[in-house]
């Protein structure tokens, strides 16, 4: 029997889960949405939950073979030491989600819904001005599997892409692609920019003044990614200043985002509550229980992540 341990907001969701399938062999040896100080971790072999809650028992679990995330970003869970397991992420379950949320605030403001609401509002028949999608140029920075989703819809729109990654270059989507030395290349001239990048050493503090001066005053930035790539006072300053259009804020450097932040007082920043794209439990579920079969029949685990790169 393998000694499952799950931990998770969505604990008892995933414990149903489990108890109405068919995997075989597997030992709940406990189940909670917080951490216990009365449990011992030590027994468990497969660990099962949310990176921010198993990052503070991991250490604990000395005979821990492999941990199984259920979310896409696992910054916790890199920030600790102990790497002697397998940590297997989560993909092929959010590209769709994150479809909808960008091209919501691409059509939002390209087809200027806001203006056409403040007309009906004064009861006017004077069409605010709206642009096409078709032909402007949208940059996406941090090309995986999300990402690469995100691209193939914007050719649904006919929009010009730019890619901005260090190592995935294989998305037939992408125009052309940039590294982390081309910043200024990438940025100049675009007309959106959607952030998805995993926190990294790499990634933390990358658009900072410096980046954000390379893009146009009528740009607009979505960051669904991580919070800590962007630095908020730049950030908060070329919003101000109207350097930038606007910048639609999923995720932030802490969550939830406090009431004193100044990004809620501004009138250009859209704040979605790290909503982008959530795990569903049903859909996370079966990520892992493909993944439970393939470690029992001996056969390698899907999305298993690197410790070293840090996703």
């Known amino acids: 029997m393998h000694k499952v341990a799950i931990l998770s ?4 969701r995933y414990r149903a889960l489990i108890e109405k399938s068919p ?8 189940v909670n949405n917080k951490i216990s100080e009365s449990i011992d971790y030590a027994k468990v072999d497969i660990l099962f939950g949310d990176p921010d ?4 028992i991991v250490d604990q679990c000395t005979k ?3 941990l199984q995330s259920t ?3 696992n ?13 297997c992420g989560v993909k092929g379950v959010f590209q769709q989600k994150m479809q909808e949320y960008v091209f919501a605030y691409l059509l939002y403001f390209s087809r200027n819904l806001k203006g056409f609401v403040q007309s009906q509002k004064n009861s006017t028949w004077a069409p605010p001005s709206y642009q096409s999608l078709a032909g402007k140029t949208l940059g996406i920075m941090g090309v995986g599997d999300i990402g690469s989703g995100v691209a193939q819809m914007a050719k649904n729109f006919s929009m010009i892409t730019r890619g901005f990654t260090r190592s995935s270059r294989d998305c037939q989507h992408i125009d052309r692609y940039y590294s982390f030395k081309d910043q200024q290349d990438f940025a100049t001239d675009l007309d959106y920019l959607v952030c998805l990048l995993p926190q990294s050493t790499d990634t933390v503090g990358l658009i900072d003044q410096t980046f954000l ?3 146009p005053p009528h740009c607009v930035l979505i960051n669904a990614g991580r919070g800590a790539s962007v630095v908020d006072s730049a950030l908060i300053a070329a919003l101000q200043n109207k350097a930038l259009h606007a910048a639609v804020l999923d995720v932030f450097t802490q969550e939830p985002l406090p009431e004193s932040h ?3 007082q501004l009138d250009n920043v859209y704040i979605t509550q790290h909503t982008a794209a959530e795990s569903i439990p049903e859909e996370i579920f079966a990520i892992f229980s493909d993944n439970y079969v393939n470690y029992i029949e001996g056969h390698a685990l899907q999305h298993v992540l690197d410790f070293d790169k840090g996703y």
């Open 9 to 12: 907001r969505d604990s008892e």
């Open 23 to 30: 995997l075989p062999d597997i030992d709940l040896v406990w």
């Open 53 to 56: 809650l198993t990052s503070q």
């Open 64 to 66: 821990l073979k492999w």
């Open 71 to 73: 979310w896409a970003g």
């Open 75 to 87: 910054a916790p869970l890199f920030a600790v030491d102990k790497n002697d397991y397998q940590l």
């Open 213 to 215: 001066s390379y893009l």
């Open 262 to 264: 100044p990004y809620w």
